[in-house]
Structures are given as structure tokens and as C-alpha cells.
């Protein structure tokens, strides 16, 4: 089993940031000075994934411009010397194949992935989702990826998270079979804390058997009436055991304001052109309050 394909839903309205996203998408938010989505799929490339199905929707048009040659651009730059920023367009303009499918009503996440049934064409595949950049020495996508094709089974990824923000996650019960990794007993699209059977939760990375297709189409709508991938898994532990990888890195939930902003502060804080700068001028602020 070899895990080729990746896909990533960005069809979600983005209510949660809005209302910048009433006209932009939140996969392209910048954090510095790349969008989200730039992160996402550099993670899924750093895996090794060299076939990448984005799922767009409605005003989603700037991402695949992101991801295509800009001609004009590129002579401006050229003309004018800037090399340096001809060199960072050139590169996003060459990443690796990207294809785009659109999702025309926004019925939820299950629904998005369907939209790659033909593309993934009965392959396992690897689903990224936009609102959680992850930032860790091995991509978050191959730990899951490394785990799938060892054990020849599906993966979910996760992380432990506070009881108090469990309602905001798929959340899994399992029992622990190696490091970090769990059998999956139970799976809650976003429960209440009583509900919940742990404080474990799914993040926004999974590797998939294309058998989850067949399981989507066959589900009412769930969680805000809407077709759930959690339901999809939950659905599909009898006959396909799965497991779940704890990921190892710093996650940052960007689709949520502070998640955003912590995002740009640390990421900020890494680079080199900025980061000495920002450091002092945080640690003046902060002296200020
Ligand atoms: C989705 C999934 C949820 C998962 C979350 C991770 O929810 O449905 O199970 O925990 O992504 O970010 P959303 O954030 O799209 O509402």
C-alpha cells in the first residue's frame, strides 16, 4: 500500500472568521506572508504526495490563482531585478500537480471528500484539512502516512485537547496499541463534554481507503444537519479496523481568531527577517500592559 494522492477540502464558508472571509477564503489568509493553504500543501508535498486534489466551492477562485504561473508577474520581476521574489513565485507556481473540483452547496465536510471519489480512483488517500497548519520536524501527514502503510489500515490524526474544547472536534475513544497510536473504538462529531468519551480529537489529517466513499453516500445528515466524515469512520470500524496517531508538532487551529493570530506571532517569530524585531517589540508591549 502506497499513499500517492492528497486531498484538500476548501470548499467551508468560513463563518468562524468572518467577516473577512465574507469575500476572501480563509485558505488564503496569510500567515506572514503565505497563505494557509501554501502550508497545507507544502506539508502534503514534504510527505511525498505528488497528486493533490483541492476541493473548492463557491469564491474559492484565489487559490487556484495562488497555485498557477503568473506570466505578468514574473516579467515584472524579471524586468526589474527583483529576482529574490521571482524565484518565491516561480517555486509556488511549480509545486506539483494540483487539481480542483468544486463542491456547488456547502452540505459539510463528507460531502467535500466525495467530491474526490473519481480523482482518488480506488487509491488510499491522504485528506488534509485547511484550518490546521502543523508545524513539526516530519510532516503531521507522513507520521499518519508511515503508520497506514506499516499496519495496511486507515489513520486518523490527533491530539489531546481541553475537556472544555472538545465540543469544537471529532473526539475518539480507543485503547492504546503502541506509542501513540490507538485503536479506534468509538468516533463523536462534536460532542458536549458530558457526551464525550475522552478529551482526544481528530485534527485535520487523515489516511483514507477509497471504501469511505460508498459509507459517505450512504449517511444522513449529522452534526448541523450536515454530512459528516466523522460519521462516514464511525460507520466504517466494524469492517475496517482503524487507527488513530497521536501527531507530534505544534497545531494551530487558523480558522479560529486566536489560532490565526498566534499562528503569525510564532511563525513570525521564526523568521529571519522579522523575527529579531518582532521579539522586541513583543517583549515592549508586553512590558507596557
Ligand atoms: C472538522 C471535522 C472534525 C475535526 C476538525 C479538525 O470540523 O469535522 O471532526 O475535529 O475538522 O479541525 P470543522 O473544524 O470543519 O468544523
Known amino acids: 500500500m502506497r499513499v500517492r494522492k492528497a486531498v484538500i477540502p476548501a470548499a467551508g464558508l ?14 488564503m489568509l496569510p500567515i506572514v506572508d503565505k497563505p494557509v493553504i501554501h502550508y497545507v500543501v507544502k506539508e502534503a508535498i514534504e510527505a511525498g504526495i505528488d497528486d493533490i486534489l483541492i476541493i473548492t466551492g463557491k469564491g474559492k477562485r484565489a487559490i487556484e490563482d495562488y ?11 524579471r524586468e526589474k531585478g527583483k529576482l529574490e521574489e521571482l524565484k518565491q513565485v516561480e517555486e509556488i507556481g511549480e509545486m506539483v500537480d494540483i487539481y480542483y473540483v468544486r463542491q456547488k452547496k456547502p452540505l459539510g465536510l463528507g460531502d467535500a471528500v466525495l467530491h474526490a471519489e473519481k480523482h482518488v480512483n480506488g487509491e488510499p488517500f491522504a485528506v488534509l484539512l485547511g484550518d490546521d497548519i502543523i508545524i513539526s520536524q ?9 503508520v497506514a502503510e506499516r499496519e495496511k489500515s486507515q489513520v ?18 480507543g485503547e492504546k496499541i503502541g506509542e501513540d497510536v490507538y485503536m479506534v473504538r468509538d468516533l463523536v462529531e462534536k460532542p458536549s463534554p458530558k457526551e ?11 489516511v483514507l481507503f477509497p471504501e469511505v466513499f460508498d459509507f459517505i453516500r450512504e449517511l444522513p445528515p449529522g452534526k448541523g444537519g450536515e454530512i459528516q466524515l466523522t460519521d462516514a469512520l464511525r460507520n466504517m470500524l466494524p469492517s475496517y479496523p482503524t487507527l488513530a496517531k497521536m501527531i507530534e508538532g505544534r497545531r494551530y487551529d487558523v ?17 529571519e527577517d522579522i523575527g529579531e524585531e518582532l521579539l522586541t517589540r513583543l517583549k515592549q508591549l508586553v512590558r507596557e500592559v
Open 196 to 206: 464525550a468519551p475522552s478529551n482526544i480529537a481528530v485534527v485535520g489529517r487523515y
Open 255 to 271: 480558522g479560529t481568531r486566536l489560532g490565526f493570530i498566534m499562528a503569525n506571532v510564532e511563525l513570525g517569530l521564526e523568521r
Open 138 to 146: 516530519k510532516p503531521a501527514i507522513k507520521q499518519l502516512i508511515d
Open 14 to 27: 468560513g463563518t468562524r472568521m468572518l467577516p473577512i472571509t465574507k469575500s476572501m477564503p480563509k485558505e
Open 156 to 173: 486518523i490524526g490527533v491530539e489531546k485537547v481541553p475537556e472544555e474544547l472538545v465540543g469544537r472536534y471529532g473526539i475518539i475513544s
Open 67 to 77: 497555485f498557477d504561473r503568473s506570466f505578468e508577474l514574473e516579467y515584472y520581476l
